[in-house]
């Protein structure tokens, strides 16, 4: 593809090769080689597989495109993404993090971190005090996600980045729930972007995958020098996976986010519900904050149930979605996000956090919002 500044839609079917420079391929193949044979004892473009492969090439310059990076980077797992990106920092630094975070984050943040000397600070990001009032002298970076897991706190991302730029912070953003299409954190003045790509970059409940990515090419340099250095890279097959779902992002996106508009809305209005979480809400308190920094509300909500009786009967009736931990599937999927997604928080934990025996959170897919809505309805019934 030329350089062209081509729009998100397009980038997401073209990506960075829209071909294979080989063969003229309609797609990059997969490539599952492991070495590349060094003509005359001199190295190509590849060399070995963990250091480059042209599968992984292929997401890899797909992310940095599409989040506005210099270069992107592909690994195992969202998780093995968070941990190479959390390994810009050394044993020494203290890192803030928020309260309310994805529970595997939470538990890598919280357990492995301050196992290899880093200290942590959990705080509301989305109050700056709060972040401010926890810098130390030895702090080192900010890590982010908004909105946040399940609770959808929304973080002022200019406004944060602004502070860590003053006092010479490192923030990284998890833009999962966003994906580049909605919220384009490093135009906002955010460092790394972090994605877990088995949810709405790959689309289809099928695959395991993380992307990092950065507009800052030194840091790029340190993100490549480790994810050689420690190994956890997607492999070839996953790449061309996750290729091809990034190309439907935008109708499936879009899809599934106007039936989440309808779905919230609905719920709002169940005597079964207490409340609704979902910045398209227009009573939704992050409304304002939310919308100046994404373009949408995205296709995930959580709604709390006026008592935990109702818990068992909605999981029991429910039949379209999946019930399980994860989000962004063609599929919907329901999550009793406390003995699921969260269940790495303890209980006292996620009780002072607000993370309720009574919430449920839904990731909408693309069904037919009619026949979600009824099957909701059912497992709400009296
Ligand atoms: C799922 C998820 C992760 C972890 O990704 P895996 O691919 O499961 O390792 C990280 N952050 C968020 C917001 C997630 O939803």
Redesign the pocket.
């Known amino acids: 593809m030329t350089q062209k500044a081509y729009r998100t839609a397009t980038l997401l079917v073209h990506q960075g090769k829209d071909r294979d420079p080989a063969t003229g391929a309609s797609v990059v193949p997969i490539y599952p080689a492991s070495t590349y044979h060094h003509p005359g004892g001199v190295p190509g473009e590849f060399d070995y597989s963990r250091s480059g492969n042209p599968s992984r090439e292929q997401v890899e310059e797909a992310i940095a495109l599409l989040e506005g990076g210099c270069r992107g980077f592909a690994y195992a797992?969202?998780?093995?993404?968070?941990g190479s990106a959390l390994a810009l920092l050394k044993s020494g630094d203290h890192l803030i993090a928020p309260e309310d975070?994805?529970g595997?984050?939470w538990r890598y943040i919280s357990t492995v971190l301050p196992q290899q000397g880093i200290s942590v600070s959990s705080v509301d990001t989305s109050d700056l005090a709060a972040i401010e009032a926890a810098i130390r002298p030895e702090t080192r970076a900010i890590f982010l996600?908004t909105p946040s897991?399940p609770l959808f706190k929304i973080t002022d991302l200019r406004a944060v980045a602004e502070l860590a730029r003053a006092r010479g912070l490192l923030t990284l953003l998890?833009n999962?729930?966003m994906t580049p299409l909605l919220q384009r954190p490093l135009e906002l003045g955010i460092d790394v972007v972090?994605h877990?790509?088995?949810?709405f970059l790959g689309g289809h409940s099928d695959l395991?995958?993380?992307l990092v990515t950065t507009a800052d090419p030194e840091l790029g340099k340190r993100l490549k020098y480790f994810q050689n250095a420690f190994g956890a890279v997607l492999s070839p097959f996953d790449c061309f996976l996750l290729s091809r779902g990034i190309k439907t992002l935008k109708l499936r996106l879009e899809a599934a986010q106007a039936s989440a508009q309808v779905l919230a809305e609905r719920l709002q209005q169940h005597p079964a519900v207490t409340r609704v979480y979902f910045p398209g809400l227009p009573d939704f308190a992050g409304r304002e904050r939310h919308f100046a920094q994404a373009g949408g509300a995205g296709a995930v909500l959580s709604f709390e149930l006026k008592e935990k009786a109702l818990i068992k009967p909605l999981l029991e009736r429910i039949a379209l979605p999946i019930i399980a931990p994860?989000?962004g599937g063609v599929e919907t999927i329901l999550t009793h996000c406390w003995s699921m997604?969260h269940a790495a928080i303890p209980a006292s934990t996620k009780e002072k956090l607000g993370i309720r025996e009574t919430l449920v959170r839904i990731s909408v897919g693309i069904e037919d919002v009619e026949d979600l809505w009824e099957d909701l309805a059912a497992g709400l019934a009296d």
């Not at 797992?77 to 968070?82: I, L, R, S």
């Not at 877990?196 to 949810?199: G, N, Q, W």
């Open positions: 797992t969202g998780m093995a993404a968070v975070l994805y595997g984050s996600e897991n998890d999962t729930f972090i877990s790509a088995t949810k395991m995958a993380g994860s989000l997604s």
